[in-house]
C-alpha cells in the first residue's frame, strides 16, 4: 500500500491504483470525530424534573453531554443526582434571573452552551373555560414567557450564536 498522497506522487497512479493510496494520519476522518469529542457537548434542559425533561436529561448525559438541568423544584424532586456533568438549578423559568443563573452555571462549569432545550411547562387540568385569572397567568407565564426569558437574554445573544435551540 502507498503511504505517500502528495500531489506529485499521485500524478503517476493510474484512477484505479489512487483508490490504494492511504491518507496521512492527520488528514484522518476519524482523528477529527476524535478531537471534536474531546470538548462534551454542553446543554440547558429546562423543565427537567419528570417528563419529556428528565428523560432528554438523561439521555443527553448517557451520551456523554455536561448538562445545567433546571426546574422550579428540581433539587427536591430527587429524579436526578448532582454529577461534575450535571447541575441541578431550581428555579422559575418565567422569571428572567433565573435565566441569567442557569446560563450563568453552564458558562461557569462548563464554558460554553451547545444546546438548550426549553421544555418547561405547565398542564392546568381542567377546561380553558374555567380557568381562573391565577391559572391563566401561570400557564402563561410558565409556558410563554419561560421561552423568552432565554431567547430575549442578553445572555442568548452572547453565548446562543450559531448554537442548536430546541422548543417544546
Known amino acids: 500500500m502507498v503511504n505517500d498522497c502528495s500531489r506529485n506522487s499521485l500524478n503517476r497512479f493510474t484512477p484505479k491504483e489512487i483508490n490504494t493510496v492511504t491518507l496521512p494520519t492527520y488528514l484522518s476522518p476519524s482523528l477529527t470525530q476524535a478531537a471534536t469529542s ?3 457537548k454542553v446543554a440547558i434542559v429546562t423543565g427537567a424534573s419528570s417528563g ?4 432528554v436529561t438523561k439521555k443527553l448525559t448517557a451520551n456523554g ?24 438549578m431550581d428555579g422559575d423559568i418565567s422569571l ?5 443563573r442557569v446560563v450563568a452555571t453552564a458558562i461557569h462549569h462548563f464554558g460554553s452552551i451547545d444546546l438548550l ?11 380553558f373555560t374555567e380557568y381562573t385569572a391565577e391559572d391563566f397567568l401561570l400557564a402563561t407565564a410558565t409556558n410563554l414567557s419561560g421561552f423568552f426569558m432565554y431567547r430575549s437574554s442578553q445572555c442568548h445573544r452572547c453565548v446562543f ?8
Open 38 to 40: 474531546l470538548r462534551s
Open 52 to 55: 419529556i425533561g428528565l428523560e
Open 65 to 88: 453531554y455536561r448538562v445545567v438541568a433546571n426546574s422550579r423544584h428540581i433539587t427536591s424532586a430527587m429524579t436526578l443526582s448532582e454529577t461534575s456533568d450535571l447541575k441541578l
Open 96 to 100: 428572567q434571573e433565573t435565566a441569567q
Open 117 to 127: 432545550v426549553n421544555n418547561a411547562g405547565i398542564f392546568i387540568s381542567k377546561p
Open 161 to 168: 450564536r450559531n448554537r442548536d435551540i430546541l422548543s417544546m
